[in-house]
């Protein structure tokens, strides 16, 4: 087989065999094909496409590439999460101990935040001796007990996608939905649940801009997960706006523990626990949606689901007192007010700007290999369809940088006003399963 030959064909249109699929991936692994051939077959891709058959075919193709998780010496229904990529999405902090809590094992392997988008593991990172890192006995042994461990992704999980995705990033071919859906239910596939809850994002914060998008995107990845026997639910959720008030990942792991103490905002609360309740009946502990989500709501209200959230750090050696006591959390030097030009209704404020801001503040990476500041961030003090008058205080930046213009900045061309209400958009658009 010819890669020239197999290019050829998709810039056509046509459809590729799985033997074309494995020959590319492999060959690229390999280093057998260059980075100029698979990028000019990633661009055919990005413009032609590919069949529901192809995506399955890539996706295997990724997960057959490196390790696969063996999660079968774990008891029950094993139910993984994923978001799609957003701004101040702390949501993993709080639906683990929350399914955990009602007895579903939740074996949970996350990534490390890059660009504008935050990540779990930094965010529990900032947590006092916090071990992201455990051996695959004591994570097993934790689901088994606890019903709920965490861990960063294996280095050698998925390697074909790790390296196809560093090529997407520089070929202009990230925005592709083939790409993007088989490059992520790859990693959930080789992580081993027995069923996947898919946050798919949609907004300014977002890969996917407009709903339209977003749902293909959703029902692709749910059409993945079926036809490799895994059930998958997908919730597009809105990224209008950055989730909560709070960006960053000390000032995260706070805003989790008010979820989980039921003093959260209304929109991450809600999504939550729309994620967790359809995590729950995929575990097999609820039927109907009413149900799980009344209950799981009790269960914040009862205290138990913190408490949960105090033994998952407690068994991964952080220090428990922080979730009583979050000002033990890593605390900034400086808070900056920005404070609003204009009177008028909030209209929008872009997610992908503020987590910018945060970025820049010392709270992300801008590559991969920068160290990030846990107590950096920001504080949105106003949030669309607030009213504000001028010089009200719309945020407040956290950081140790002395120098925090851009910043400033960036965070006050974020924010957009009306001078009439606004209409606030859904929290969960659509459900695809
Ligand atoms: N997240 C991923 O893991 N892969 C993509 O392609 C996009 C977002």
């Not at 074909?160 to 995705?165: E, L, M, N, R, T």
């Not at 961030?377 to 009213?387: A, F, I, R, Y």
């Amino acid at each position: 087989m010819r890669m020239v030959d197999v290019i050829e064909k998709k810039k056509h249109g046509g459809i590729l065999s799985q033997d074309e699929i494995d020959f590319v991936v492999q060959g690229y692994v390999n280093g057998e094909i260059p980075d100029y051939q698979v990028s000019a077959f990633l661009m055919a891709v990005y413009f032609k496409g590919m069949a529901k058959r192809e995506i399955a075919d890539l996706t295997l193709a990724f997960v057959n590439s490196g390790d696969k998780n063996d999660l079968s010496s774990i008891q029950g229904i094993k139910v993984d999460k994923h978001s799609s990529g957003g701004v101040g999405d702390k949501l993993s902090l709080v639906i683990i101990p929350l399914v955990a809590s009602v007895g579903v094992p939740v074996a949970k392997m996350s990534g490390r935040g890059l660009g504008h988008t935050g990540g779990t593991i930094d965010k529990l990172e900032s947590i006092e001796g916090f071990k992201t890192v455990l051996d695959k006995e004591t994570f097993i042994e934790n689901v088994n007990r606890h019903k709920m461990a965490i861990v960063s992704q294996s280095s050698n999980l998925t390697p074909a996608d790790k390296k196809i995705y560093a090529l997407r990033d520089v070929t202009a071919t990230v925005d592709s939905i083939p790409l993007i859906a088989s490059s992520i239910m790859s990693k959930k596939i080789a992580s081993g649940a027995d069923c996947i809850v898919l946050d798919v994002k949609v907004g300014s914060g977002a890969f996917m801009k407009s709903i339209a998008e977003a749902v293909e995107l959703a029902r692709t990845m749910v059409e993945i997960g079926k036809s490799l026997n895994k059930k998958t639910i997908a919730i597009v959720t809105d990224m209008s706006q950055p989730l909560g008030h709070e960006v960053g990942n000390a000032n995260e792991v706070k805003e989790a523990i008010q979820i989980l103490k039921g003093e959260g905002a209304e929109d991450e609360t809600t999504i939550a626990l729309t994620l967790a309740s359809y995590m729950a009946i995929l575990g097999g502990v609820f039927e109907d949606f009413a149900t799980a989500y009344a209950e799981l709501d009790r269960i914040i209200k009862s205290g138990r689901a913190v408490e949960k959230f105090k033994e998952l750090v407690r068994i991964q050696g952080g220090n428990p007192e922080v979730i009583d006591n979050p000002n033990m959390l890593p605390q900034s030097k400086y808070h900056i007010e920005v404070r609003s030009s204009e009177s008028g209704y909030v209209s929008a404020i872009d997610a992908e700007k503020i987590g910018l801001t945060a970025m820049l503040l010392g709270a992300g990476r801008a590559k991969k290999d920068d160290v990030i500041d846990f107590s950096a961030g920001v504080t949105m003090l106003k949030k669309v369809g607030d009213k504000v008058d001028k010089g009200d205080v719309l945020c407040i930046l956290h950081t140790n940088s002395a120098n925090a213009q851009e910043a400033i900045a960036i965070c006050q061309r974020s924010y957009s006003f009306s001078t009439g209400e606004i209409k606030l958009s859904n929290y969960i658009h659509e459900i695809i399963q």
